[in-house]
């Protein structure tokens, strides 16, 4: 999916940066150099339209030798050293652009490409954030191929919601091409790998699963039947399979919805989504003894992650089954999820259940400071 967008295409995107994009640099140089870097330039220009890669990459390499803090430059000739899988030359080239110009999407978004290639996972998945959070362009193929990238180093990384997240925006469009469909059902089967990394055996199982993901997510309802009847009989056994259909089904029907949630339970217990997604269910209903069973059960087998704790906690405050346990569960929460403005909110209403109102009052006010970051999750 890398080739997804051509070299015109990224100068035309750069382009639609504005003018302030080619402004940086110092003053002209002396008429001579000056008349030596338009005659170099004028070639370079002429050697990239005709696609001769090689020469244009060696002249644009003498312009910025020649004017180091010119970004277009060192734009044109990082797109060439990518077009040509030239990642750590290419890398390096946007290392120097993005320093030039820190507030320009596409610089950090080229650079997070080149490290993707170059295997610096790590860093790809900073840069690529970054021009997300300075809004990328949606220059069609550009965008996709940003957006798909991140995606993947989400789900490498364990972020299997934001993955998510991130695929759906295509799902939604229609433009959830195979590759796209692929990263989603990696992140709902919580499998973190790249599409290199599938065993073949599980292949055409992952993009079953993104499939139906997709196409739930996408509101094609013509569909969700066949996705999910697909699913349960080709993969009964597999984690994640059960949760997912009844995820699919929960809009149209929550009673469904929550005995495939159940049937989760019995492939894969402890499974936290399943058990937070029953809680969470019986909440709506004010079923409150039955969600603190599972809500338990999420803390025996989950003591180690903030949402089993934060469940229990809320089960058993809004419930007023024991409100001061419930309340040490949702500062164990806190504690270990401090960025987590849900928690604030449930634990705002515990201490006021409770008549401690400065508590309440504070915690108020951090779920307010907090709500902004609607991702929910921890921040970089």
Wanted: proline share 3%.
């Amino acid at each position: 999916m890398r080739r997804l967008f051509t070299l015109a295409a990224l100068v035309c995107a750069l382009l639609t940066m504005g003018a302030a994009q080619s402004g940086t640099g110092p003053a002209n140089p002396k008429n001579s150099n000056a008349s030596a870097y338009a005659a170099i330039a004028k070639k370079a220009e002429a050697a990239r339209a005709a696609d001769k890669v090689e020469e244009a990459i060696r002249l644009y390499k003498q312009l910025v030798a020649m004017k180091p803090g010119f970004a277009e430059n060192w734009w044109y000739l990082g797109t060439l050293y990518y077009e040509s899988d030239a990642y750590a030359e290419g890398r390096t080239a946007f290392r120097r652009l993005t320093s030039l110009k820190p507030e320009m999407s596409l610089g950090w978004a080229m650079l997070g490409l080149c490290e993707f290639e170059t295997r610096d996972y790590d860093s790809a998945l900073v840069h690529l954030r970054r021009a997300n959070d300075l809004k990328i362009p949606d220059q069609q193929s550009f965008y996709e191929v940003s957006k798909y990238h991140l995606a993947l180093l989400f789900i490498r990384h364990g972020d299997f919601e934001l993955a998510t997240q991130v695929i759906s925006e295509f799902a939604h469009r229609g433009a959830d091409s195979v590759q796209f469909r692929e990263a989603m059902g990696l992140a709902a089967l919580r499998k973190p790998l790249l599409p290199n990394e599938i065993q073949p055996a599980e292949r055409e199982m992952v993009l079953d699963a993104g499939t139906a993901v997709c196409d739930s997510q996408a509101r094609r309802a013509d569909k969700l039947q066949n996705d999910a009847t697909a699913l349960l009989s080709k993969y009964p056994t597999v984690p994640e399979v059960h949760y997912i259909v009844g995820l699919m089904f929960l809009n149209s029907d929550a009673d469904k919805a929550l005995d495939l949630w159940k049937q989760e339970l019995r492939v894969s217990p402890g499974n936290l989504r399943a058990l937070v997604s029953i809680v969470g269910e019986y909440l709506k209903r004010s079923d409150f003894q039955s969600a603190q069973q599972f809500a338990e059960q999420a803390v025996n087998s989950n003591s180690d992650h903030y949402a089993s704790h934060a469940v229990l906690g809320q089960v058993l405050s809004d419930g007023n089954l024991d409100v001061g346990r419930g309340i040490k569960e949702l500062e164990l929460a806190e504690r270990m999820a401090p960025w987590q403005a849900e928690i604030r909110f449930s634990l705002a209403k515990a201490y006021a259940k409770a008549g401690r109102k400065e508590d309440a009052t504070r915690e108020r006010a951090e779920f307010m400071k907090l709500s902004g970051n609607s991702s929910g999750v921890k921040p970089n």
